[in-house]
């Protein structure tokens, strides 16, 4: 088991910055890569970024690219994600997700992620 627990949410003006993080316990940290979603009232849930077990292969969805940054400490157990440049439509929960190892799914899909945080709420204020 895996329990994953996310914070560094918050209300932001737009145009501001916010670093999420999440710490995962219950299993070996380094053995799984993690992923960043978000879910808006009213829509599915979405890809926001994702980074490998060492670090060396690092996604993003289009709507972050170039505005938001992943990164992992595996001797902190932790995931980041440094989120600059918010917008309005950036207002969201965040969810922090690590894989299951049994599935072969795409990064990119929440089908590759076994375990989930309860996620922290992101609004930015235009």
């Known amino acids: 088991q895996v329990q994953l627990v996310e914070s560094g949410g918050g209300l932001v003006q737009a145009g501001g910055s916010l670093r999420l993080s999440c710490i995962a316990s219950?299993?070996?940290?380094?053995?799984?890569?993690m992923g960043w979603f978000r879910q808006a009232p009213g829509k599915e849930r979405e890809f926001v970024a994702a980074?490998?077990?060492?670090?060396?292969?690092?996604y993003y969805g289009d709507s972050v690219k170039g505005r938001f940054t992943i990164s992992r400490d595996n001797a902190k157990n932790t995931v980041y994600l440094q989120m600059n440049s918010l917008k309005p439509e950036d207002t969201a929960v965040y969810y922090c997700?690590?894989?299951?190892?049994?599935?072969?799914?795409?990064?990119?899909?929440?089908?590759?992620?076994?375990?989930w945080g309860q996620g922290t709420q992101v609004t930015v204020s235009s």
């Open positions: 219950g299993r070996a940290f380094s053995s799984d890569a």
């Open positions: 997700a690590a894989e299951d190892n049994y599935s072969r799914s795409s990064y990119y899909t929440s089908s590759r992620y076994g375990y």
């Open positions: 980074i490998s077990k060492n670090g060396a292969r690092i």
